[in-house]
């Protein structure tokens, strides 16, 4: 069974940073595009960072220059690192993928809490 796990969410001053994994498990052959979204509560689910099988990168515009998504191939492994935290950063962050499973599927993590606040 493939499965996309998140961890290293949790509760954080403003200004302060947390890193996030996203570990991929299973029968995978291959790995293409992954990244983070997150929900808030009352909105729309949006694109914070995605990473593609070649390691370019896009962030929504709100975290550029504060949030890093990384990728460890042999590990299946993504990472967000995210600094200088602010309190509407507080969202459900999910981990998205493309996955090579006989073909290519879309899977999709179960969310960690991350809350920004004094």
């Known amino acids: 069974q493939v499965q996309l796990v998140e961890s290293g969410g949790g509760l954080v001053q403003p200004g302060g940073s947390l890193r996030l994994s996203c570990a991929a498990s299973?029968?995978?052959?291959?790995?293409?595009?992954m990244g983070w979204y997150r929900q808030a509560p009352g909105k729309q689910r949006e694109l914070v960072a995605r990473i593609t099988g070649d390691g370019s990168t896009n962030y929504a515009d709100s975290v550029k220059g504060r949030f890093t998504i990384s990728r460890d191939g042999a590990r299946k492994t993504i990472y967000l690192q995210m600094n200088s935290l602010k309190p509407e950063d507080t969202a459900v962050y999910y981990c998205n993928a493309d996955l090579y499973v006989s073909t290519w599927y879309n899977y999709w993590g179960q969310g960690t809490q991350v809350t920004v606040s004094s």
């Open positions: 299973g029968n995978i052959s291959g790995l293409g595009a």
